[in-house]
């Protein structure tokens, strides 16, 4: 067996012995000769990305190297020839989609900025120490070792969808990519890449995806039928989904650092996680601050150290376990109803969770948790007005956050019937909701609009006047043609010092309530303030104004400017400044624009007014008396 699978092999071995004791043991007390290897001779390459192993230590305090350079050197061919000229001699190999697929290891080590081909969908920007590799329907099957070999700091961007294959060689144990710190980002929303093993032979623990110091994925679809990746350090998950199917017998999701996993973390933050394993889905260290995990394995995870916090969505099913604490601590908190770990079909006497030398009783009692303060701090929420804060949102999602029901044992919460290491107390969600509170930013303030008037403005039209609002950036407009009846937009007045509008288009005679509202605008927004009082007003035909008024023998001639919109004119005379009004005549047409009065005395004073009107729906609506005009016969 080689040594890599026989570690393997010794770590579920022990969990499995474990769970049928019904037991957990604190580490094994491994003999010199059934544990230690380092004096036996390694028929295999040992890994890493470059760099000297050092004593190797796993958890059980046996060693497994010597230290010798993990990658020797090894030669790759220069895939740069022209395509054209090489593509009688050497034909090019199609893929399933009519992809170019390239048949020799790309060394970035080797490329210049602007190398690329085309035909081959790849593109290398080299900088200092580093460089972007921009894949664009691209896909590897190498006769080599690797597939993309780099160094320093790369960023693999994908375009459509990309495929690397295993590489066809003898050598065990190779990654498909490998280098120092690799960033993964999807150039547009169809950017994938897929790691797949098309040998057809059993691969278990001999080929893996990706071999680094650290990796970062912050977008993109990826998946891989083999074990994903081998990471000395950091593995950070910003985004994206990540899909690994492994379904050999003890090959493994995601490894992280075989010779020393406490260094090294697996970080989620965002995007998802789902991983399908027959032995570990993860290896080592993990974080959880977000996004979405779904396990299924022998082992959900075997780490050195476990944290949850505040997961998306976090379920592990395990066959054996679904975490094995080999160290450290494991921590659970902030996590929502998408929380479960379960052993389904288990027939060893299994647990969730097996810290070292710790077990659980799988059936605790149950005690109601306190929601005191969390019911104070729903109340304190629901006081307030969202529409007096610029954004309500946060408080409203800690309140439905809010999950009643949730007991606990001694110090530890139950979840999902089991047991787990550390009590989240409910006074968490208070907590949030008031944090979210203390978060709030009020809306600016914009003074109350007074309306002063709504006046006739002719025949059609209103004018509105108000006084200029405290604060306002400008105003909107609103009427109701009879109370009770929902309030009509008028319009909107970008300019606090405005503080008029005609509003045109009314019917003649038509009582309509005017309200107006000040607002300011603040980073793009705009805040609004109070409605005014409302304020009545109709249109009707504008005040006549008489031009003439001249005596004549027996007679008074009287003209007038036309009235806008006038069906005709009623004209009214007094014989004194105090005197009665008396009716004279009505004019039909509004075109009209001068009459005789006849048949007056002489030696008697005349005071002549008159109005316009209009005629709607067979009423006349008349306009304001004109002012008076004295004619001495």
């Not at 957990?24 to 000769?33: D, F, G, H, I, T």
């Not at 046996?62 to 090894?74: K, M, N, W, Y």
């Not at 409910?426 to 003074?447: K, M, N, R, T």
């Amino acid at each position: 067996m080689k040594k890599r699978k026989r570690i393997l092999a010794g770590i579920f071995g022990a969990v499995l012995s474990i769970q049928m004791s019904g037991a957990v043991l604190a580490a094994p007390e491994a003999s010199e000769e059934e544990w230690r290897y380092d004096e036996v001779e390694i028929d295999m390459h040992q890994y890493d990305v470059g760099h000297d192993a050092g004593d190797l230590v796993d958890q059980y305090d046996f060693t497994i190297g010597d230290g010798s350079e993990f990658f020797p050197d090894l030669p790759f061919e220069d895939s740069e020839q022209d395509f054209e000229e090489n593509e009688e001699k050497n034909p090019p190999i199609i893929g399933e989609n009519g992809e170019v697929i390239r048949t020799a290891a790309l060394d970035l080590r080797e490329k210049e900025s602007t190398d690329r081909l085309d035909s081959e969908g790849w593109k290398w920007e080299d900088v200092e120490n580093g460089g972007t590799l921009i894949l664009n329907n691209c896909h590897f099957r190498t006769e080599e070792n690797f597939n993309i070999v780099a160094e320093g700091d790369v960023t693999i961007v994908l375009y459509g969808t990309n495929t690397i294959d295993v590489p066809i060689s003898s050598y065990f144990f190779r990654p498909m990519i490998t280098g120092d710190n690799f960033t993964i980002v999807a150039g547009d929303e169809t950017g994938s890449l897929e790691f797949r093993n098309n040998t057809g032979e059993s691969l278990a623990l001999e080929r893996l995806g990706i071999a680094a110091d650290n990796l970062t994925i912050e977008s993109g679809n990826i998946f891989s039928d083999i074990q994903f990746c081998d990471i000395n350090y950091f593995f950070r998950q910003e985004g994206g989904n990540l899909s690994i199917s492994v379904d050999e017998e003890q090959e493994i999701g995601i490894v992280l650092n075989y010779s020393n996993h406490t260094d090294s973390k697996y970080v989620l933050s965002g995007g998802s996680l789902e991983i399908d394993a027959y032995g570990a889905g993860i290896y080592g260290a993990a974080e959880v601050t977000g996004g979405e995990v779904d396990i299924q394995a022998g082992v959900g995870i075997i780490g050195a150290e476990f944290v949850i916090d505040s997961a998306d969505r976090f379920v592990i099913d395990g066959r054996i376990t679904g975490i094995y604490n080999t160290a450290g601590g494991v921590d659970i908190r902030n996590v929502g109803e998408e929380f479960c770990l379960r052993i389904p079909d288990c027939k060893y006497g299994c647990y969730p969770i097996l810290p070292m030398g710790n077990v659980f009783e799988p059936e605790p009692k149950i005690q109601e948790a306190d929601y005191t303060r969390v019911n104070e701090a729903v109340a304190a929420a629901e006081s307030l007005n969202p529409k007096d804060y610029k954004s309500f949102a946060a408080v409203e999602k800690a309140v439905k956050a809010v999950k009643y029901g949730q007991g606990v044992v001694g110090d530890r919460q139950v979840i999902d019937g089991y047991a787990v290491l550390q009590k989240r107390p409910v006074d968490d969600y208070a907590d949030a909701i008031y944090a979210a509170i203390d978060a709030l930013e009020p809306v600016p303030e914009v003074g109350k609009v007074s309306l002063k008037k709504v006046q006739t403005w002719g025949y059609n039209a209103v004018k509105l006047t108000w006084d200029r609002a405290e604060n306002a950036d400008g105003y909107r407009l609103y009427y109701a043609e009879k109370a009770g009846e929902p309030w009509k937009y008028v319009t909107q007045i970008a300019n606090g010092e405005t503080v008029s509008y005609i509003h045109t288009g009314r019917t003649t005679g038509k009582n309509y309530t005017y309200y107006v509202r000040a607002y300011t605008v603040e980073d793009g927004v705009k805040y609004f303030g109070s409605y005014s009082d409302g304020k009545s007003g109709k249109a009707v035909p504008k005040q006549v104004k008489i031009t003439k008024a001249k005596a004549q023998k027996g007679k008074a001639a009287l003209a007038w400017n036309k009235v806008n919109g006038a069906s005709g004119y009623r004209i009214y005379y007094k014989n004194s400044e105090n005197g009665k009004w008396h009716y004279v005549t009505q004019i039909g047409k509004g075109s009209t624009t001068s009459y005789t009065h006849k048949g007056i005395q002489d030696g008697k004073d005349y005071y002549y007014t008159m109005r316009a009107y209009r005629v709607v729906n067979g009423k006349k609506v008349f306009g304001a008396y004109a002012e008076w005009k004295q004619v001495d016969i």
